[in-house]
């Protein structure tokens, strides 16, 4: 493939998608330029949970091995659990997916620095870089981006990439929509030093969600849900009192209370939205990652769809076989056409988890616990809710699933084995 332009592709913005990007195009040889407008990664909790999937395209591109020798977690179940540590729901990889299938814990620095250290040398990475708006061709098509760094500059190239995020003004230029939604609660992230847990468990309480995971080095993840006016008013330390009574009431978490009060403990709050565009591509231009669509982080989803964004966008670039304008516009509409039920069928996973997981009106409780409970009883259901998380062979459930679920008819196929699962990375593909 080859171009007289600057660059064949113009990636916008150095996320996990847009370097996954980087890493998926490059190594079909074509030139890419990522441009960044921060210096340095900020410091924020997410996408820190890489399933199967994604570990997959990441030992592709040699950012998996990075991370494993980086001091990566193993993850090998997701546990839904009462107060008191009683198993409501668990998903067990290893037993489901096949041995050497789990979670990677890692943090997202940690990820993104994975990813540019693998991209190809035909990548190269600008930092402090402000892109202020697309170029057009004579026919309206995409064809590069005007940079905001002093004078008047372009980055010609036949695709662009808008991984810019979920206030995209690249997504906004070409006139995309999508409709943003809130979850009905907010949540609070604890960074928290000198502890560990040995699995990804949700805590289902009166008051809502309480998730922790390992992170490397002897550090947990803990999410706790708040209401939408709950923290209203609530200074730093005002959070961190709440904080330990909302731990204190899980006696499995109680351990974690007086370290919610270090100083070195770092919090952070987050409103929860979700959305998906009607749109993934116009001629000229690949919308990736947040830019396009973003679910609840419950079921570890949003970073993990960003990634298999750049995997499929670079299959329907091979598949298209040359490097011309019009290859690349009938790539971008497979790309579409693909891509965008996949997406569905993962923001239908994850939305279906986090209102398992965080309704906390009576019959809200009520209704979570039967499809868990009914989801653990009934192992095909079982089987087929973890390759959706995990991103093995997506097995959508079918509305009667869901009465299964709610235990409202009988199974008749609950002990029917689901075809065995493709090639994933196993933890020896990524030693």
Request: glycine letters at 8%; a positive charge; hydrophobic letters at 45%.
């Amino acid at each position: 493939m080859s171009s007289s332009s600057e660059a064949d592709v113009v990636v916008c913005g150095a996320g996990a998608g847009g370097l996954a990007a980087a890493c998926a195009l490059g190594a079909l040889g074509l030139r890419v330029v990522v441009l960044e407008k921060q210096l340095r990664p900020l410091p924020i909790a997410k996408g820190e949970l890489l399933q199967p999937s994604s570990l997959e395209a990441l030992a592709r591109w040699g950012a998996g091995p990075r991370l494993v020798r980086g001091g990566g977690v193993w993850i090998d179940r997701l546990c839904a659990r009462a107060p008191d540590g009683r198993v409501l729901l668990e998903l067990d990889y290893r037993r489901l997916l096949g041995a050497g299938r789990c979670i990677l814990a890692a943090d997202y620095p940690a990820i993104l620095g994975a990813l540019e250290d693998s991209a190809a040398p035909n990548v190269e990475v600008r930092r402090g870089i402000r892109v202020r708006e697309l170029v057009r061709d004579s026919a309206g098509r995409v064809c590069g981006v005007e940079l905001a760094d002093g004078k008047p500059r372009t980055v010609s190239a036949a695709l662009v990439v808008a991984a810019d995020g979920s206030a995209s003004s690249l997504r906004d230029g070409v006139g995309i929509a999508l409709t943003r939604e809130q979850y009905p609660h907010r949540l609070v992230s604890f960074e928290i030093p000198g502890s560990h847990c040995a699995e990804l468990a949700a805590y289902v309480t009166d008051r809502g969600l309480r998730l922790a995971y390992p992170l490397p080095n002897e550090r947990t993840r803990l999410y706790l849900q708040a209401a939408p006016d709950e923290l209203r008013g609530m200074d730093g330390s005002d959070i961190r009192r709440w904080a330990v009574d909302a731990v204190t009431q899980v006696p499995a978490l109680a351990e974690l209370a007086q370290r919610l009060l270090a100083p070195e403990t770092r919090r952070q709050l987050f409103a929860v939205p979700r959305y998906l565009a009607d749109r993934l591509s116009v001629p000229g231009l690949a919308l990736l990652g947040e830019s396009a669509h973003a679910v609840h982080p419950m079921a570890a989803q949003g970073m993990n769809s960003a990634i298999a964004d750049a995997v499929e966008l670079a299959a329907q670039l091979t598949e298209a076989g040359e490097w011309s304008s019009a290859a690349v516009d009938h790539a971008l509409a497979g790309y579409h056409r693909v891509r965008l039920p996949h997406l569905r069928h993962v923001a239908t996973v994850s939305h279906n988890a986090a209102r398992m997981l965080t309704m906390v009106s009576p019959l809200g409780k009520l209704l979570g616990r039967r499809l868990m409970r009914g989801t653990a009883n009934n192992p095909r259901l079982s089987a087929a809710t973890c390759r959706n998380i995990a991103g093995i062979d997506p097995h959508p459930l079918r509305p009667l699933d869901r009465l299964y679920q709610l235990g409202l008819l009988p199974d008749p196929r609950a002990n029917q084995a689901l075809p065995e699962p493709s090639s994933a990375a196993t933890l020896e593909e990524l030693a």
